[in-house]
């Protein structure tokens, strides 16, 4: 942790500190508690959930186990989200099942409801029952609605874009959204905010193929649930796509207080650190600026907030082995409270779990 001006960090209350391990996880602040869910796929597959207190530098919850995961899938990945009653919410890759002796992967959801989980709630859709399905993105919206993105992994090997919504009843889940883009990754962190009404939800995807390219695949509600998809609009220009690490896309996104969506990645071939900007509702978006030459950015989350009278895009990123802390400055009138729908953001396949 570190206070500003973030000159320096230091670990805090070590002794108490997780022991699990994780190949996937994610972090969300509600308040001052930051909501973890730890996935691993090696040794005894388990899912986890952690929390760490900011108004005391403590952690008041470690080690919880969700779910043992029953012949968990190496394409694994978790994420999660709070509603304002802090019910979890937790969106993994599930126990591995079988049909007809095949084996395929499943999309679960975990329900913590006043200390007590729930687990193992399928979130299948239409995908034949024969096929993957692989974990995926929680969005939280408005009304405590929350969003699920994930991946389809169809009979020739394709990967392809699903969505669905959990209303706050926890019940039924809503028609599944579908795109046959195929995409090359399995979870970047997504946004949700209110545009004068109309509530949009955007989950910042990369492609499949030999562009690399980023996409916002983009929604509005409709009653809770996600709409038919507005839109897919490309992010980079041509050649300025993004790197991948362990299957998935080396890239954050952020909102400002002007509802903007900012996006960061590392170049799909030279590593360095890009940046780009797409106004509200993210239909266009500006050029690929660069903010860090000749590096290796092998990690990367960021998010917006206020220090010293203005408004900063900060970002913590892994680059050639070494955790780095650095800013840059942004053109808006107000930082994003940090509400549940807007600080959703995430590590993807950090491990082992040490904070």
Not at 144 to 167: C, E
Request: hydrophobic share 35%; net charge negative; with cysteine.
């Amino acid at each position: 942790m570190a206070t500003d001006p973030t000159d320096s960090f230091a670990r805090q209350d070590t002794a108490n500190q997780p022991s699990d391990s994780a190949d996937s996880l994610w972090a969300y602040l509600s308040g001052s508690e930051i909501h973890m869910s730890a996935e691993r796929s090696t040794g005894a597959p388990e899912l986890s959930y952690h929390v760490f207190d900011t108004a005391d530098d403590t952690w008041s919850i470690t080690d919880e186990t969700i779910e043992d995961i029953k012949d968990n899938s190496a394409q694994i990945g978790c994420s999660i989200a709070v509603r304002s009653d802090g019910d979890v919410i937790v969106l993994y890759t599930g126990d591995q099942d079988s049909d007809m002796g095949n084996p395929f992967d499943r999309v679960d959801y975990a329900r913590r409801e006043g200390g007590t989980w729930t687990f193992g709630i399928d979130v299948g859709g239409t995908t034949p029952a024969d096929e993957h399905r692989i974990a995926g993105v929680v969005v939280r919206g408005s009304g405590d609605n929350m969003h699920f993105q994930y991946v389809h992994l169809d009979a020739g090997n394709n990967k392809l874009l699903r969505a669905r919504s959990l209303p706050p009843a926890n019940t039924p889940l809503s028609t599944e959204r579908t795109s046959t883009t195929g995409v090359q990754q399995h979870q970047v962190a997504g946004v949700s905010y209110d545009d004068a009404g109309t509530q949009r939800v955007n989950f910042l995807v990369r492609l499949a193929g030999a562009n690399q390219d980023l996409i916002a695949w983009r929604f509005t509600e409709s009653s809770g649930a996600l709409s038919t998809p507005v839109a897919e609009t490309q992010i980079n220009a041509a050649g300025v796509g993004a790197a991948l690490a362990n299957l998935t896309a080396i890239a954050c996104s952020a909102l400002d207080g002007n509802n903007d969506m900012h996006v960061m990645w590392s170049h799909e071939t030279d590593l360095d650190l890009y940046r780009d900007t797409g106004a509200s509702p993210q239909s266009s978006w500006g050029s690929d600026d660069e903010v860090i030459d000749a590096t290796t950015i092998n990690r990367i989350s960021c998010n917006v907030y206020p220090r010293d009278g203005a408004i900063k895009l900060a970002f913590v990123y892994d680059e050639a082995g070494a955790i780095k802390y650095n800013e840059v400055s942004i053109t808006a009138p107000t930082a994003p409270a940090m509400a549940a729908s807007r600080f959703p953001d995430q590590n993807y396949k950090i491990g082992p779990f040490s904070v």
